[in-house]
């Protein structure tokens, strides 16, 4: 009796009444969040217990702040509602979390991101916004005199009562570790507290399992407090893998000492190919590409691996072969490292990358001269060749015209890089100037402005190689047509709520390729490297990357993607090493093994 009257007296008290009410408002955000971002997880029973747990930890300095101070606990408030709304625009673009260490790319604030921030805002994220907003109201008008006047609690109720909270937290985590431990999945984990140290699924999946903080703490300790030290087990792992890349049995004919021009295309999926719309073709000039019998290497089932450097991350992907950090970008983290990359191995070659955004963003300056390029072309040069006043509105075809007397000029053979910008997301508004397409009554908002640039690039790709034919470019170079990562899924077209793995493909065509033919099974954009040191005869260069020839035996149908899923052949022979070729990549990144050790350097 005395105990009930005890809990009653104390929930009268107005700095317990608002302190429940924040954890109220705290929970409440959490549980939208996962819904928005995940509805199918957010319902799982124990994301409630962990989101309430979250919740109770927030208002941890809410009960430390004196009644005076506790006004500074809306600091926390206002940074968690910032954070989660930058979450979920992020996911709802990038399909999974972003890293802590993406908070800190000022050099990627411009057009292009605000522009991508708008087009991922939905009115749904007034759940969010608001209840704060209320919150903040009530204790304006109703608790802040009288809290500020309470008399403050002891620190042994307040180390007591967190002492209770922090035992409960660390029983509930020993429980989910024992379960995981005897799963499926962490069956062969020996680590204590294995389920919160798994560095292998991604990131919004681990913080929709293990909580918050528990996704936050994991993701400081990734990109900020790692150790660069690479010890002797690491190096012996990274050599027993590197040792068995056996070298290419490639043995057909290659096109050594002819141009490589390679166009890595924004956001292209290999679903628009033969896409058509109202019976009309979306892209005309690549289907002739991909269609054709005899001039072409085609590959449209290829699994995208980017991570969350996104187009930074296919960049790197495609010059050195190696798969990307497993959170952060590598151009970012790792961009000053060198590395044995494609214009390295093409020996004698000139070479120069041309971009349509600024040389900062993605620190891709520095990381394309750690690839080996020897001239950065950026948006300010397009801008100044062509005449086009607002960067914004320099797109593809303005980089073809620019790239076009680049290469001209260039000492052969040269291998171009060529970076296409204009079907980056967001779709919310159209970007180029509108066609048939438009008018099309069967296409939604996203989809037809998505159509429409995917329609503008395939005109600008054919003025593009009708120009390489007239300035007498064309017979002496290999064009190489891929996307850098996924983007609009073939989910969307079907008009389904779930992205599968097969929704994801990218496209990968070689045209003046020594071998013509349709590559029907399943590669990775990490296979690229390897398939172009083949194509272009580049035999005596030692470093491989980590993934293999489409050209080499025994055939290629399997790819791991960035969240371990296993697309293709799920039997193949190659997969245990696809798997294995993720950790593997992520240490010889995150210990600079290339620098650390010089190895396939001094070529």
Not at 102 to 107: D, K, R, T, V
Not at 206 to 234: C, H, K, P
Request: charged share 15%; with cysteine.
């Amino acid at each position: 009796m005395f105990k009930s009257q005890s809990l009653r007296n104390s929930l009268q008290l107005p700095h317990v009444q608002f302190g429940l009410l924040t954890c109220g408002v705290y929970f409440f955000m959490i549980s939208v969040f996962g819904v928005l971002s995940d509805s199918f997880a957010a319902i799982k029973p124990f994301f409630v217990v962990r989101s309430l747990i979250d919740a109770c930890l927030l208002l941890i300095p809410y009960l430390l702040l004196s009644p005076a101070k506790r006004k500074f606990s809306w600091i926390v408030t206002w940074l968690f509602t910032a954070w989660l709304l930058s979450q979920l625009w992020y996911i709802r673009t990038y399909h999974d979390l972003m890293p802590a260490s993406s908070y800190f790319l000022w050099q990627n604030v411009g057009t292009l991101l605000l522009t991508s921030v708008l087009g991922s805002m939905r009115w749904s994220d007034l759940l969010i916004v608001l209840p704060p907003v209320f919150l903040y109201i009530a204790y304006y008008r109703v608790y802040r005199r009288a809290i500020r006047e309470q008399k403050p609690e002891t620190w042994r109720l307040r180390l007591s009562v967190l002492g209770i909270f922090f035992v409960c937290v660390l029983s509930f985590m020993l429980v989910e570790d024992f379960k995981y431990q005897r799963s499926a999945e962490g069956r062969n984990s020996s680590w204590f507290l294995a389920r919160f140290t798994n560095p292998y699924c991604p990131g919004l999946r681990y913080l929709l399992d293990n909580g918050i903080f528990t996704s936050a703490i994991y993701s400081i300790g990734q990109n900020f407090v790692e150790t660069q030290e690479i010890t002797e087990q690491q190096l012996s792992e990274i050599n027993g893998y590197l040792s068995g890349n056996t070298l290419s049995t490639y043995a057909g004919p290659t096109m050594n000492g002819k141009n490589l021009i390679f166009i890595v295309v924004e956001s292209l999926n290999s679903w628009v190919v033969n896409y058509k719309v109202d019976g009309k073709e979306i892209c005309p000039h690549l289907n002739a590409i991909c269609n054709a019998d005899t001039t072409a290497f085609v590959a449209l089932k290829m699994v995208p691996q980017v991570k969350d450097g996104r187009s930074s991350d296919g960049h790197f992907i495609y010059n050195t072969g190696l798969l990307p950090l497993r959170s952060s970008s590598v151009a970012v983290k790792c961009g000053e490292v060198p590395y044995p990359a494609l214009p390295k191995a093409l020996t004698g070659y000139s070479s120069v990358t041309v971009v349509c955004d600024e040389p900062t963003m993605w620190n891709q300056s520095q990381a394309m001269a750690s690839y080996g390029y020897q001239r950065m072309v950026d948006i300010y040069e397009i801008c100044k060749h062509t005449g086009v006043s607002d960067k914004s509105k320099a797109l593809d075809d303005e980089m073809f015209k620019t790239a076009l007397p680049v290469m001209k000029r260039m000492r052969q053979p040269f291998l171009a890089q060529l970076i296409t910008i204009a079907m980056h997301m967001p779709y919310n508004e159209p970007k180029v100037p509108p066609t048939w397409i438009s008018r099309s009554p069967s296409l939604g908002e996203e989809l037809r402005n998505y159509l429409e640039t995917v329609q503008y690039f395939d005109k600008a790709l054919g003025n593009f190689l009708a120009q390489l034919k007239a300035q007498g470019l064309y017979d002496n170079s290999v064009i190489v047509i891929a996307s850098d990562h996924d983007e609009l899924c073939k989910n969307v077209p079907d008009h389904r709520e779930q992205i599968l793995p097969t929704d994801r493909y990218c496209t990968f065509v070689v045209l003046n390729s020594p071998v013509a033919k349709h590559h029907p099974e399943v590669m990775g954009q990490v296979d690229v490297y390897p398939t172009m040191l083949d194509i272009m005869g580049c035999k005596s260069w030692p470093w491989r990357g980590v993934g293999q020839s489409v050209l080499s035996e025994p055939a290629l149908n399997s790819a791991v993607d960035a969240a371990g899923n296993v697309v293709g052949n799920a039997r193949a022979p190659q997969v245990k090493r696809q798997q294995e070729a993720w950790t593997i990549s992520n240490t010889m990144l995150s210990k600079k093994y290339f620098s650390r050790t010089n190895k396939y350097l001094d070529q």
